[in-house]
């Protein structure tokens, strides 16, 4: 049975480049959420998604990142331009339902490195 | 916030010692709450749960207590091991109910 997976795990990206994280929720699991982890810090809500919609995105920068989760395939959080300050780790989660009391379970992350 | 002297970032405890971290949450609203444990390199891994209709559950080696007037949560760890040195966060439902809320962690050393 397996867990949340992201790939890549580790991925290092020049000043201006675009990183692609992806994360593929558990098996029955339809409703996925982002997280940023600064170093030394707790995970930061970015944005909560459900197939092919964006439900909650209030935690996500306005401009250079985008999130998506279609119908087929992994979820993809996308940063365009990167720069110094993106480097963290970053965490996808999921839950088979919506709602205050679901547990949200987490894949190992992607750690991103901009040089 | 966080309440002054009840957060602690670190905790250093003996093999077989009972470990206690405390979590102050923000919102008096919010009605489910959520341990994790995260080792180095790793994602959250879940613990234990507990909601707002409860003061106290317990687990396997753990329990959570809620303490709804002062909004304060604790994790209690039952004769900690080696195996149980990590960064523990406490988290909460947000406002709308999908965003959970980090804490600021506790590393627990457990030392043999």
């Known amino acids: 049975n397996a867990g949340v997976m992201q790939n890549p795990r580790h991925l290092v990206r020049r000043r201006g480049q675009e990183a692609r994280l992806r994360c593929s929720p558990m098996?029955?699991?339809?409703?996925v959420y982002w997280y940023r982890q600064l170093p030394e810090e707790g995970l930061k809500f970015m944005v909560y998604?459900?197939?092919?919609?964006?439900?909650?995105e209030s935690g996500m920068p306005k401009e250079r990142f985008s999130a998506e989760f279609p119908k087929e395939g992994p979820s993809i959080l996308r940063i365009q331009q990167v720069v110094r300050g993106d480097s963290a780790a970053y965490f996808c989660a999921s839950s088979p339902r919506q709602g205050p009391a679901e547990t949200q379970y987490f894949g190992p992350g992607t750690r991103l490195l901009v040089l | 916030g966080e309440s002054v002297g009840l957060h602690l970032p670190t905790l250093s405890v003996q093999e077989g010692d009972n470990s206690i971290i405390n979590c102050a949450y923000s919102?008096?609203?919010?009605?489910?709450f959520i341990w994790y444990k995260q080792e180095s390199g790793k994602g959250p891994q879940f613990i234990i749960d507990?909601?707002?209709?409860?003061d106290k559950r317990q687990g396997q080696r753990v329990t959570v207590l809620l303490n709804k007037t002062v909004k304060h949560l604790s994790l209690q760890i039952a004769a900690t091991q080696p195996g149980d040195s990590a960064v523990y966060f406490c988290?909460?439902?947000?406002?709308?109910?999908?965003?959970?809320?980090f804490g600021k962690g506790t590393t627990l050393s457990v030392s043999s």
């Open positions: 988290a909460e439902n947000g406002q709308a109910g999908t965003a959970l809320i």
């Open positions: 919102n008096s609203a919010s009605d489910y």
């Open positions: 507990i909601r707002s209709n409860m």
């Open positions: 998604l459900q197939k092919e919609n964006i439900i909650d």
């Open positions: 098996k029955g699991h339809s409703h």
